[in-house]
């Protein structure tokens, strides 16, 4: 069984469309995060949801709008997509004390044309 | 404000040689620390952790990495380095609901 999922893997749509990328963990975990790996694979913090309560809003656009329906999953919803938006993002979870690690999930590479 | 520097783009090392890839951290208090591990078109793995105790902490694929708090490093070690150890290495510092990972190590083992 997959720990950490994403759908899909791989998103190629036009500047302005609107996009969602799915995350679903089964580890059990309280805890859920955004990152986005840009082309130099810089890796950064976007959203970080502790029980389906946003905790952390590294001063992403407003375009881009998790959602966390329950603790299990946690959504990305960007709305008017731009060239910069393209990027890997990455869903991972793990337990709230920041003594514990991560769990990724494979990524979604999205291209924006 | 937290955060971890990586200092080497790329560490290139044959292999059975030692390898060493290197980690500085700076925080206020105690810091936890992370080494992961991200293969071609795949998330990052966790490999290990200092929370506290030991300051050499073993991790996985023969994998471990020294606390040392007098220079704030937490640089990762293998003493005898394979081919498929070649990719690219993230050490991260743990925050409150967030990690700061560092900018990333491209490990090459020579065969």
């Known amino acids: 069984d997959t720990a950490v999922s994403q759908t899909p893997k791989y998103l190629v749509t036009q500047m302005g469309n609107d996009k969602s990328i799915k995350c679903e963990q089964n580890?059990?975990?309280?805890?859920m995060y955004w990152y986005k790996q840009d082309s130099k694979k810089f890796l950064k913090i976007m959203f970080s949801y502790n029980n389906k309560e946003l905790i952390i809003n590294e001063t992403v656009p407003n375009r881009f709008s998790p959602k966390s329906p329950d603790k299990a999953h946690l959504n990305l919803h960007i709305n008017s997509l731009e060239l910069g938006d393209s990027a890997v993002y990455f869903c991972?979870?793990?337990?709230?004390?920041?003594?514990?690690?991560?769990?990724f999930g494979p990524g979604t590479r999205l291209t924006v044309t | 404000a937290q955060s971890v520097a990586q200092p080497e783009d790329q560490v290139n090392v044959a292999e059975g040689n030692p390898l060493t890839v290197k980690c500085t951290y700076s925080?206020?208090?105690?810091?936890?620390l992370f080494w992961y591990v991200q293969y071609p078109n795949r998330g990052l793995q966790f490999l290990l952790k200092?929370?506290?105790?030991?300051?050499l902490v073993k991790g996985s694929y023969g994998f471990e990495a020294e606390f040392n708090k007098s220079q704030t490093s937490f640089h990762l070690k293998k003493p005898s380095a394979l081919v498929s150890d070649s990719a690219l290495y993230f050490c991260?510092?743990?925050?409150?609901?967030?990690?700061?990972f560092g900018t990333g190590t491209r490990l090459k083992v020579l065969a």
């Open positions: 991972a979870s793990s337990f709230g004390q920041n003594s514990y690690e991560q769990y």
């Open positions: 200092y929370i506290t105790g030991d300051n």
């Open positions: 991260a510092v743990a925050g409150t609901y967030k990690y700061i």
């Open positions: 580890l059990g975990h309280d805890t």
């Open positions: 925080v206020s208090g105690n810091p936890y």
